[in-house]
């Protein structure tokens, strides 16, 4: 995070880079799982750049200025929320100067509460501290592939039935593996 001032300064005035020349709406998700569900409802409408990628730590994570450039040209921010991305995400939103709205998927479900995360002990408070780790529960994935088409619909009116097309095929498949 060090970096960060320099960067917002390096950055001001300049403004975002451009969207993609191939006209997909550049979209950021903040880590693999809400990358996931961005990938399957947004299908070959986006441009999705996902910041911690499967094999890395969202709880350790440190932006790149790629990041900052990502965030800061995203027409969407798709964020897990409940305290997952722990600042770093906030920070790198602010300094990218981005406008594309934040959409957090797990807004609206009712989390378990409890430790974080199974590499922190739990400590003070904890017990009262919501658990982020949502998607684990099929229900909630499908609650938060419910905020992705939304957000996307919203970011993009014009592709808004693709969007709700996709979204419809992926719950359908979750709601089997649900049941099974």
Known sequence: TRWL??????????????PP????????ASFSVVGDFVTAVG??????VTLV????????????????????R????????????????ARTYAASGGRGPRV???????????????DHPPGPGDAAEPDPHAWHEVTNAIHMVGKVRDGL???DPANAEH?????????ARLRALDAW
């Open 163 to 171: 969007y709700r097309a996709n979204a419809a095929t992926y719950e």
């Open 104 to 118: 957090a998927v797990t807004d609206g479900l009712p989390l378990l509460t409890g430790a974080c995360c199974h």
């Open 74 to 89: 995203a027409a969407v921010v798709f964020e897990n929320g409940a305290g997952f991305e722990a600042g770093w995400l």
């Open 21 to 28: 020349a191939d006209g997909r709406l550049p979209v950021v």
């Open 5 to 18: 001032p320099l960067l917002v300064v390096a950055l001001a005035g300049c403004g975002a880079p451009p």
């Open 43 to 48: 299908g070959d409408k986006v441009a999705v």
């Open 53 to 72: 990628g499967a094999d890395a730590d969202a709880h350790t994570f440190e932006p790149t200025p790629a990041d900052v450039a990502a965030v800061g």
């Open 153 to 155: 619909a919203a970011a």
